[in-house]
């Protein structure tokens, strides 16, 4: 079976075809077994984040329904490579456009214009020789002072996380996944992001393997200042 481009649905969308109005409770669901969007939602804004929200990555809209109720006075934008950006989103319209662009189109568009940005469970999707660009480009989409909020599922000795494996390969048919563990996704971050001070460390119900890193960028004159730092105790030291 193949849609209207003739590209092969993968197991997951033959089944959603045949759902009809149950599908986006059914997907809803069956989500809630891997990652509660809610809770996620309620970590990130702990963290008292501005109102100019990008999800970079935004599939169908979950995660920014769930932002946008847990920050009711924000604007999101929702931004995906491809698919139908915002398909099951669930909540205020007038606060959430979404469209097909890449993060590095929008970085030359708009420069760093969010007080938050988000990227959640879509690194492990992404080739390794390409997350570190990824992750470089969504550090400098955020403010001063702004916040980037990295949550991924993280390679675990446990079921949950060989249904997660299962579920992206053969449900979603993404045959490519490579997860990381929660060492590798540090090093991945500190490898990437620059300028940022890190802010919180979460683990999103119902499972350890869902790993939130909040960082927050610093003002430039901060980052001087972290800069000189070490220069000055060597001068006072050798005095």
């Known amino acids: 079976m193949a849609n209207e481009q003739g590209n092969p649905l993968t197991l997951g969308k033959k089944v959603r075809r045949f759902m009809g109005p149950l599908e986006k409770p059914a997907i809803r669901a069956y989500r809630s077994m891997f990652v509660d969007t809610n ?24 995660v920014s329904g769930a932002l946008l109720n847990a920050i009711p006075n924000a604007i999101l934008l929702g931004i995906d490579i491809d698919g139908d950006p915002g398909a099951m989103f669930k909540g205020p319209t007038s606060q959430a456009t979404f469209r097909i662009q890449s993060a590095e189109d929008l970085l030359v568009a708009l420069g760093p214009a969010f007080d938050l940005v988000v990227i959640s469970d879509v690194l492990h999707h992404v080739p390794t020789s390409e997350r570190v660009a990824l992750l470089k480009t969504a550090s400098e989409l955020v403010r001063e002072g702004g916040l980037l909020a990295i949550k991924e599922t993280c390679r675990r000795r446990s079921f949950r996380y060989l249904l997660s494996v299962f579920s992206d390969r053969y449900i979603s048919g993404d045959r490519s996944v490579s997860f990381m563990s929660e060492d590798e996704l540090t090093e991945l971050i500190d490898a990437s992001v620059e300028g940022f001070e890190f802010r919180a460390r979460a683990y999103i119900p119902p499972s350890k393997i869902n790993v939130l890193r909040m960082l927050e960028r610093q003002s430039v004159a901060a980052v001087i200042e972290t800069a000189i730092e070490p220069l000055t105790r060597d001068t006072a030291i050798h005095n």
């Open 39 to 62: 809770s996620l939602a309620d970590s990130i804004a702990a963290s008292s984040p501005g109102n100019a929200i990008l999800e970079i990555g935004a599939g169908d809209g979950t």
